[in-house]
């Protein structure tokens, strides 16, 4: 008790500190420049505070630390306009929000999806800020009980989401799992540095995939590949049904499922380690599991944009406590805030004595953070109706600037080349994933997932071991404690739970049949990646078996549980589920373009930008696609490619970035943007 | 704002009031920076003692160059850091936008041979270097019944948390052996950071740091009961013989800890490569490097700016308290630096080459 009574003043100085009119300034400044970047998917982070930087150094610890709060708790809260208006997922923090919000958008009823899902944003970020209060003064011991197995557990936990959202046929969710776990360990293994599915002719490779250039690939590219083909807007209706009060009714009439998926949040946000990645997806599984009507999932149930965004910025709360106690950040943004707090120099180090020594700076951050989410979220209120009108835009004139955008986003990753075409083939592959009814979402879970659950099974099994050769009893309380246990149970219940609804969860909307070849064709394309994944990782020599086990044990379980569907599909009518394929009717089916013409075009930027480098590539582009694709006159064409030019331009100019260079630039010195 | 002392944005703001008055170094054509974004980028996780190191640095050197660019430090985490290295090796824009933070575990697998190191540090340009030390501790429960000695330490296994066995944790690796204890190493570790997490948590049972974590994590440890220093790794005296660290005055050597302790011996063939990988790990351990093909203006710019950092009056007071009490070398001194750092006799190469693959099972050329 002794502890909460020496925290209350610790906190009404920390209030003290941040009720000063210049530090509200400096968070609402920072709030606003983290609205500027967070809209863009893939920007955020270590741009963000590039820009932030120059201005921090020397400044005030306390204003400094306002702004670049500010900028790092609204991007989680931004990037929701990118997941719900074009089904981008902004960040890690906004997958799951896709799945409904999205087709909400579709419906016409974004601005109802957008406030609810702010709504739902702000809610989370009071109650992780309150709840932090109390529970950081107790955290300490808490997150210790957090070893290996228990982490390994979390992991796991998170890997049983897939059971909710594999689609029809399970066994189809396990194998997409499956192969983003094996996409997921390519490059140098991490115990010994093998190599894994790479070269080192192939230097890219070796550094693995980014979580950026897979969650834009597999969600964003078949979304705006499929709005093209059909030459219309995103929202069907014209008008935007649903403003943005409702959204924030509906918020209220779910503030339960808001509360709980907050706390699921912060929870899991304190794990060091995993932190942020799963969270939005276990809230989403939660959403699912406590909704009666389960038919609406994945066709714009408004819960399931509630759950996920409670808990993406409770998280950014609980993140705090591995972060401040420990110095190791649950995530990107909290990692580059450890690096930022030791440039402000104002003498206080992340760590054990942060607590003791500086209680009130401690709930500064915490509050500051809560504070910022309330700032973020009106101004995010304010915009939604009309940042919704979007979505009304006829999507041929929209998409050649998202291309540029996300391609802008994904370069940023390894300022590579080879990141545009990384995404051009991953944003292939989600393509047919999504075409014949292959969970995207699990097999994102499995990418996330794919490191921590080897790095912990590894460490708990090699610990376990020794502990074993000391006695039954000291392995035991190590592999089993009350923690592992019960996460143990959770799991079992949410798996069994997960599969025998999976079948009314259409979490990517209903996919029809008919069509023997082209499902095949794809699960013998899969079968021999998988295939070739097990050969490549088996073939890791003996001193180095750590960094083979787990790719092997993957692409093994991979390749029987494909056996299994070959074998199924043999002897299955051609309207089984199994056989799910888009383009047999539906959207797909009547667009008025087929898909090779419209990749083509994505594909057009992509090489032109090798040759010519990206600005000059992006103007013949866009001009091009204007003209022929969108049909627009020549005086409308030139506007609108100016404009967007100077903007990627100006954009790319005051964060310090420089764009895709092609062969031109080898041969030629050219001045900057062009360079 | 009464907060805390702002240690370091005070000396920032006097480096930066007093530049001129304190600099001597010729200023030959120093070239502007001013508006450039420089990536620092140190191949480890944030919560290591490169991390510090560089955070440390970063907001300096962001005010000791011309025009006062902005300083990111990047982090660039895999393969115990041979994938920021192999990474920095390929990097070739002499434009100064990027530098590299090199540490221990970077110069070991390069000097052993480690068919995975795809980088040359000769190719690089060092342009400062600073040296470090570091600490062995022990659990609770184990280090009650440390007496100066390993001898009642035998016969027990132990847990460490190790970054590679071809890395900077050969040192403590090579110690723990040679003092006769029967150490499990848990290989694949992110960084040092997140070895002191598993000891906290008690997953791992034995544990050391770089100077700089040990004095900002595992202090508060011992301070709590919960952690007993073992020994210091030492200091390069002016002879070349081991002596004790400065930052530690009163904290025994691995030397005189095995010295003390039955069968360990501080000569012959173990005792040599022990003492050859430290000298080449620790005195000269973190090295910041301009990639290959930098031009020599930017390279003095460097040198310069770091000439000017270590010339502030206080410099060596703040870092004390930052880093410990170990040199720092610019320029030329850098350069020797690197040469101690990357150079070890053929006989203790040999030795650690057959060492690693009967305990670690590695296999590497000789």
């Given at each position: 008790m002794?502890i909460?009574l020496?925290?209350?003043?610790?906190?009404g100085?920390?209030w003290?500190l941040i009720?000063?009119?210049?530090?509200?300034?400096?968070?609402?400044?920072?709030?606003?420049?983290g609205?500027?970047?967070?809209?863009?998917?893939?920007?955020?982070?270590?741009?963000?505070?590039?820009?932030?930087?120059?201005?921090?150094?020397?400044?005030?610890?306390?204003?400094g630390?306002?702004?670049?709060?500010?900028?790092?708790?609204?991007?989680?809260?931004?990037?929701?306009?990118?997941s719900?208006?074009?089904?981008?997922?902004?960040?890690s923090?906004?997958?799951?929000?896709?799945l409904?919000?999205?087709?909400?958008?579709?419906?016409?009823q974004?601005a109802?999806?957008?406030?609810?899902?702010?709504?739902s944003?702000?809610?989370?970020?009071?109650?992780?800020?309150?709840f932090?209060?109390?529970?950081?003064?107790?955290?300490?011991?808490?997150?210790?009980l957090f070893?290996?197995p228990?982490?390994?557990?979390?992991?796991f936990?998170g890997?049983?989401?897939?059971?909710?959202l594999?689609?029809?046929i399970a066994?189809?969710?396990v194998?997409?799992?499956?192969?983003g776990m094996?996409?997921?360990?390519i490059?140098?293994?991490?115990?010994?540095?093998?190599l894994?599915?790479a070269?080192?002719d192939?230097?890219y490779?070796?550094?693995?995939?980014?979580?950026?250039?897979v969650?834009l690939?597999?969600?964003?590219?078949?979304?705006?590949?499929?709005l093209l083909?059909?030459?219309?807007?995103?929202?069907?209706?014209?008008?935007?049904?649903?403003?943005?009060?409702?959204?924030?009714r509906?918020w209220?009439?779910?503030?339960?499922?808001?509360?709980?998926?907050?706390?699921?949040?912060?929870?899991?946000?304190v794990?060091?380690?995993?932190?942020?990645?799963?969270?939005?997806?276990?809230?989403?599984?939660?959403?699912?599991?406590t909704?009666?009507?389960?038919?609406?999932?994945?066709?714009?149930?408004?819960?399931?944009?509630?759950?996920?965004?409670?808990?993406?910025n409770?998280?950014?709360?609980?993140?705090?406590?591995?972060?401040?106690?420990?110095?190791?950040?649950g995530?990107?943004?909290?990692?580059?805030?450890?690096?930022?707090?030791?440039?402000l120099?104002?003498?206080?180090?992340?760590?054990?004595?942060?607590?003791?020594?500086?209680?009130?700076?401690?709930?500064?951050?915490?509050?500051?953070?809560?504070?910022?989410?309330?700032?973020?979220?009106?101004?995010?209120i304010?915009?939604?109706?009309?940042?919704?009108?979007?979505?009304?835009?006829?999507?041929?004139?929209?998409?050649?600037f998202?291309?540029?955008?996300?391609?802008?986003?994904?370069?940023?990753?390894?300022q590579?080349?080879?990141?545009?075409?990384?995404?051009?083939?991953?944003?292939?592959?989600?393509?047919?994933?999504?075409?014949?009814?292959?969970s995207?979402?699990?097999?994102?879970i499995?990418?996330v997932?794919?490191?921590?659950?080897?790095?912990?099974?590894?460490?708990?099994?090699?610990?376990?071991?020794?502990?074993?050769?000391?006695?039954?009893q000291?392995?035991l309380?190590?592999?089993?404690?009350p923690?592992?246990?019960?996460l143990?149970?959770?799991?079992?219940?949410s798996?069994?739970?997960?599969l025998?609804?999976a079948?009314?969860?259409?979490a990517?909307?209903?996919?029809?049949?008919?069509?023997?070849?082209?499902?095949?064709?794809?699960?013998?394309?899969?079968?021999?990646?998988?295939?070739?994944?097990?050969?490549?990782?088996?073939?890791?020599?003996?001193?180095?078996?750590?960094?083979?086990?787990?790719?092997?044990?993957?692409?093994?379980?991979?390749?029987?549980?494909t056996i299994?569907?070959?074998?199924?599909?043999?002897f299955?009518?051609?309207?089984?589920?199994?056989?799910?394929?888009?383009?047999?009717?539906?959207?797909d089916?009547?667009?008025?373009?087929?898909?090779?013409?419209?990749?083509?075009?994505?594909?057009?930027?992509l090489?032109?930008?090798?040759?010519t480098?990206?600005?000059?590539?992006?103007?013949?582009?866009?001009?091009?696609?204007?003209r022929?694709?969108?049909?627009?006159?020549?005086?409308?064409?030139?506007?609108?490619?100016?404009?967007?030019?100077?903007?990627?331009?100006?954009?790319?100019?005051?964060?310090g970035?420089?764009?895709?260079?092609?062969?031109?630039?080898?041969?030629?010195?050219?001045?900057?943007?062009?360079r | 704002?009464?907060?805390?002392?702002?240690?370091?944005?005070?000396?920032?703001?006097?480096?930066?009031?007093?530049?001129?008055?304190?600099?001597?170094?010729?200023?030959t054509a120093d070239v502007d920076?001013?508006?450039?974004?420089i990536?620092?980028?140190?191949?480890?996780?944030?919560?290591?003692?490169s991390a510090k190191?560089?955070?440390?640095?970063?907001?300096?050197?962001?005010?000791?160059?011309?025009?006062?660019?902005?300083?990111l430090?990047?982090?660039?985490?895999?393969?115990?850091?041979?994938?920021?290295?192999n990474?920095?090796?390929?990097?070739?824009?002499?434009?100064?936008?990027?530098?590299?933070?090199?540490?221990?575990?970077?110069?070991?697998?390069?000097?052993?041979?480690?068919?995975?190191?795809?980088?040359e540090?000769k190719?690089?340009?060092?342009v400062m270097?600073?040296?470090?030390?570091?600490?062995?501790?022990?659990?609770?429960?184990?280090?009650?019944?440390?007496?100066?000695?390993?001898?009642?330490?035998?016969g027990?296994?132990?847990?460490?948390?190790?970054?590679?066995a071809?890395?900077?944790?050969?040192?403590?690796?090579?110690?723990?052996?040679?003092?006769?204890?029967?150490?499990?190493?848990?290989?694949?570790?992110?960084g040092?950071?997140?070895?002191?997490?598993?000891?906290?948590?008690?997953?791992?049972?034995?544990?050391y740091?770089?100077s700089?974590s040990?004095?900002?994590?595992?202090?508060?440890?011992?301070?709590?009961?919960?952690?007993?220093?073992?020994?210091?790794?030492?200091?390069?005296?002016?002879?070349?013989?081991?002596?004790?660290?400065?930052?530690?005055?009163?904290?025994?050597?691995?030397?005189?800890?095995?010295?003390?302790?039955?069968?360990c011996?501080t000569?012959g063939?173990?005792?040599?490569?022990?003492?050859?990988?430290?000298?080449?790990?620790?005195?000269?351990?973190?090295i910041?490097?301009?990639?290959?093909?930098?031009?020599?203006?930017?390279i003095?710019?460097?040198?310069?700016?770091f000439?000017?950092?270590?010339?502030h009056?206080?410099?060596?007071?703040?870092?004390?308290?930052?880093?410990?009490?170990?040199?720092?070398?610019?320029?030329?001194?850098a350069?020797?630096?690197?040469?101690?750092?990357?150079?070890?006799?053929?006989?203790?190469?040999?030795?650690?080459?057959?060492?690693?693959?009967?305990?670690?099972?590695?296999?590497l050329?000789?």
């Amino acid at each position: 008790m002794e502890i909460f009574l020496e925290a209350l003043p610790a906190l009404g100085q920390a209030w003290a500190l941040i009720l000063q009119p210049q530090v509200l300034g400096y968070l609402a400044l920072g709030v606003m420049m983290g609205l500027c970047i967070g809209v863009f998917p893939g920007l955020g982070g270590i741009a963000g505070l590039s820009l932030l930087l120059p201005f921090m150094f020397g400044m005030d610890p306390i204003m400094g630390l306002a702004l670049m709060i500010g900028l790092v708790a609204v991007v989680p809260t931004s990037d929701t306009f990118a997941s719900v208006l074009m089904g981008i997922p902004g960040s890690s923090a906004s997958q799951a929000t896709v799945l409904d919000g999205f087709p909400m958008a579709k419906k016409g009823q974004a601005a109802r999806a957008l406030s609810a899902a702010f709504a739902s944003s702000l809610f989370g970020g009071i109650v992780g800020a309150a709840f932090l209060t109390v529970f950081i003064l107790v955290a300490r011991p808490v997150v210790l009980l957090f070893k290996s197995p228990e982490l390994l557990m979390v992991s796991f936990f998170g890997l049983s989401m897939v059971g909710i959202l594999a689609g029809r046929i399970a066994l189809k969710g396990v194998v997409a799992a499956g192969i983003g776990m094996l996409i997921g360990t390519i490059g140098e293994g991490p115990f010994n540095g093998e190599l894994r599915m790479a070269s080192y002719d192939l230097p890219y490779l070796t550094d693995g995939l980014k979580l950026v250039i897979v969650g834009l690939g597999i969600f964003a590219i078949p979304e705006i590949i499929s709005l093209l083909r059909q030459d219309k807007a995103i929202s069907d209706s014209q008008s935007l049904g649903g403003g943005w009060l409702d959204g924030i009714r509906d918020w209220w009439a779910n503030i339960w499922l808001s509360a709980r998926c907050s706390i699921i949040g912060v929870v899991v946000g304190v794990i060091p380690g995993l932190g942020g990645s799963v969270v939005d997806w276990i809230a989403y599984g939660h959403a699912v599991q406590t909704t009666k009507d389960k038919s609406n999932f994945g066709k714009g149930e408004v819960r399931g944009v509630i759950g996920p965004e409670s808990s993406n910025n409770a998280k950014e709360g609980g993140g705090l406590v591995p972060t401040l106690l420990f110095g190791i950040p649950g995530s990107g943004s909290m990692a580059i805030f450890i690096g930022a707090l030791a440039l402000l120099g104002n003498g206080i180090d992340v760590g054990p004595s942060l607590l003791e020594n500086h209680l009130d700076f401690t709930y500064s951050i915490v509050w500051l953070l809560a504070l910022a989410n309330v700032i973020g979220t009106i101004m995010c209120i304010a915009l939604s109706g009309t940042i919704a009108k979007l979505t009304n835009i006829r999507f041929a004139l929209l998409a050649p600037f998202i291309f540029m955008i996300i391609s802008f986003a994904a370069f940023q990753s390894g300022q590579n080349l080879m990141d545009l075409v990384a995404l051009f083939a991953i944003g292939f592959l989600g393509i047919m994933m999504r075409r014949f009814d292959w969970s995207r979402p699990a097999f994102l879970i499995g990418f996330v997932l794919s490191n921590p659950v080897e790095n912990y099974s590894n460490n708990a099994t090699q610990i376990a071991g020794i502990r074993f050769r000391d006695g039954m009893q000291p392995g035991l309380d190590y592999i089993l404690s009350p923690i592992v246990i019960t996460l143990i149970i959770i799991t079992v219940v949410s798996i069994i739970i997960g599969l025998r609804q999976a079948k009314n969860i259409l979490a990517e909307g209903d996919v029809p049949s008919g069509g023997k070849r082209a499902p095949l064709v794809f699960l013998l394309v899969l079968m021999s990646f998988i295939a070739f994944a097990l050969y490549n990782t088996a073939s890791i020599p003996d001193y180095a078996r750590t960094d083979r086990i787990f790719p092997v044990f993957i692409a093994s379980i991979c390749l029987v549980a494909t056996i299994i569907l070959l074998i199924q599909m043999m002897f299955a009518a051609e309207t089984h589920s199994l056989f799910a394929d888009r383009e047999n009717s539906g959207d797909d089916k009547t667009a008025s373009y087929s898909l090779w013409p419209t990749l083509a075009w994505f594909a057009f930027l992509l090489i032109l930008t090798s040759v010519t480098g990206f600005i000059i590539a992006l103007a013949i582009f866009l001009t091009s696609f204007l003209r022929i694709r969108a049909g627009i006159g020549w005086l409308q064409t030139m506007l609108y490619v100016a404009a967007g030019i100077a903007f990627m331009v100006f954009m790319a100019w005051t964060l310090g970035r420089d764009f895709p260079p092609g062969i031109l630039q080898s041969y030629t010195n050219l001045p900057w943007p062009l360079r | 704002m009464k907060l805390i002392p702002a240690i370091s944005r005070q000396v920032a703001l006097a480096l930066g009031i007093t530049t001129t008055a304190v600099m001597s170094m010729p200023a030959t054509a120093d070239v502007d920076m001013s508006g450039k974004v420089i990536e620092w980028v140190i191949p480890f996780s944030e919560t290591g003692g490169s991390a510090k190191w560089a955070n440390f640095f970063a907001p300096l050197l962001a005010d000791a160059l011309p025009g006062s660019p902005t300083v990111l430090v990047r982090f660039m985490p895999g393969a115990g850091s041979t994938k920021g290295a192999n990474w920095f090796q390929k990097q070739t824009n002499g434009d100064g936008t990027v530098i590299f933070g090199s540490s221990g575990s970077t110069q070991f697998p390069y000097l052993l041979g480690d068919p995975r190191v795809r980088y040359e540090y000769k190719d690089w340009n060092p342009v400062m270097a600073t040296g470090t030390g570091g600490v062995a501790y022990l659990n609770a429960d184990d280090g009650a019944k440390f007496d100066g000695t390993a001898n009642n330490l035998k016969g027990k296994t132990y847990i460490y948390g190790n970054q590679g066995a071809t890395r900077l944790d050969l040192i403590p690796a090579l110690a723990w052996d040679m003092l006769g204890m029967d150490v499990e190493h848990v290989l694949g570790i992110k960084g040092r950071g997140d070895g002191l997490k598993m000891f906290e948590s008690g997953e791992a049972t034995v544990d050391y740091q770089t100077s700089s974590s040990y004095l900002k994590g595992s202090v508060a440890l011992v301070e709590a009961g919960k952690a007993v220093p073992m020994m210091s790794w030492g200091s390069l005296g002016a002879n070349g013989d081991v002596v004790r660290d400065p930052t530690f005055p009163d904290m025994p050597t691995f030397k005189e800890v095995c010295e003390a302790t039955e069968g360990c011996q501080t000569s012959g063939d173990s005792w040599d490569a022990w003492k050859a990988f430290f000298v080449a790990g620790f005195p000269s351990q973190k090295i910041a490097f301009l990639p290959a093909g930098t031009s020599q203006d930017i390279i003095d710019t460097y040198v310069n700016a770091f000439a000017k950092i270590k010339a502030h009056p206080d410099f060596a007071t703040i870092s004390e308290k930052r880093l410990g009490k170990y040199p720092m070398y610019v320029g030329d001194e850098a350069k020797a630096a690197l040469a101690a750092a990357t150079t070890v006799p053929a006989s203790a190469k040999s030795f650690v080459v057959d060492w690693l693959k009967s305990d670690f099972g590695v296999e590497l050329k000789k």
